[in-house]
């Protein structure tokens, strides 16, 4: 089966500034993909890329064989940008549809409204919509040409729980026709939720691709939560076996690199420490470890070979 979407070593720069280094990655059809980094780490650009709105410096971008501009031509793909500009003066129903005439194959208006959940203010000004609704046309805007690759950044910014949900409802029922979705988030349990594989980049490097399970898996440790009380971050993170401290109003919650020796050390220092449980780490500590340049991210270099 052929490629959602391909990226063979893509290099671009700005100036002196190497803002993607060699990105690669192949999605396939019914994948939904959550690409994740700090600010800066490329993801903004590589999306870019990825719609044809900037041309790489060296590699390569196939969208099902195609080339980029190709595939946007043909209306193959659709994207929903997080502050897009809306027609503060045409309704829902008039955007959605001048935006269907400008596709060879659109779907029609109707259905349009109704997967992307906005039949109830289809007849509104877009100027009198709030964030959340807004957001939601600009994904009927992304959907009108029947688009076999969404891409979208940050999709639920300004949504409520309730939104969000529906939101992610509609999704799957996307995915499920053998539609692909890329998705730029920096809601991680949004990430670890709803997406098949995350791609963690950093610096313009991808240093984690594969299925939420295998990117925490490969950062070793554990997170051990407790109630401690007369702790302070400093003595927590001193104890043995812990490698990052944090205490909000008496609650701490300390990952370890050796949970054992480090619930031992907590119990001789702190013998009143209640409510005790250990976890595996979460898709967060995974990211801020495969992420970031501070102490917590040494072993990044072992976690960056286990998924590439």
């Known amino acids: 089966m052929a490629d959602a979407f391909s990226l063979e070593g893509l290099v671009k720069r700005f100036g ?10 192949r999605v396939a059809p019914g994948e939904v993909v959550a690409l994740l980094g700090p600010n800066g780490a490329g993801k903004s650009t590589t999306i870019d890329m ?10 390569r971008v196939r969208v099902a064989g195609l080339s980029a501009a190709e595939a ?30 400008l596709h060879r ?8 409204l109704k997967r992307a959940g906005v039949t109830e ?12 609704e807004q957001q939601r046309v600009r994904f009927a805007l992304a959907l009108v040409g029947d688009p076999d690759l969404l891409v979208l ?6 949504m409520d729980v309730d939104g969000r949900r529906r939101f992610w409802a509609s999704m799957r029922e996307y995915t499920e026709t053998g539609r692909t979705v890329l998705f730029a988030t920096h809601y991680l349990a949004e990430a670890e939720d709803y997406a098949d594989r995350v791609v963690l980049m950093r610096h313009g490097r991808v240093v984690a691709d594969g299925p939420v399970g295998e990117v925490r898996a490969a950062v070793a440790g554990r997170v051990l939560r407790a109630v401690v009380p007369d702790a302070t971050q400093t003595a927590l993170a001193a104890l043995p076996g812990v490698s990052r401290a944090v205490l909000r109003a008496g609650h701490a919650e300390l990952t370890c690199a050796d949970s054992d020796a480090a619930i031992r050390g907590l119990l001789r220092e702190f013998p009143l420490a209640a409510n005790i449980e250990i ?4 898709l ?6 495969l992420t970031t340049d501070a102490p917590e991210g040494q072993n990044t270099a072992e976690a960056e070979g286990a998924l590439r």
């Open 16 to 25: 002196d500034v190497l803002a993607v280094e060699d990105v690669s990655m």
């Open 50 to 59: 990825l719609l044809g709105l900037s041309r790489p410096d060296d590699g």
């Open 72 to 101: 946007m031509d043909r209306g193959m793909v659709g994207a929903m940008a997080q502050n897009g500009t809306l027609l503060r003066d045409a309704t829902v129903a008039e955007l959605v549809g001048l935006f269907a005439s």
């Open 105 to 112: 194959n659109p779907l029609p208006v109707r259905e349009v």
């Open 121 to 132: 203010y289809a007849n509104r000004r877009c100027g009198k919509l709030s964030g959340g």
């Open 153 to 158: 950044d940050e999709p639920t910014a300004a």
């Open 279 to 282: 976890t595996a780490v979460g």
């Open 284 to 289: 967060e500590e995974a990211f801020i470890a």
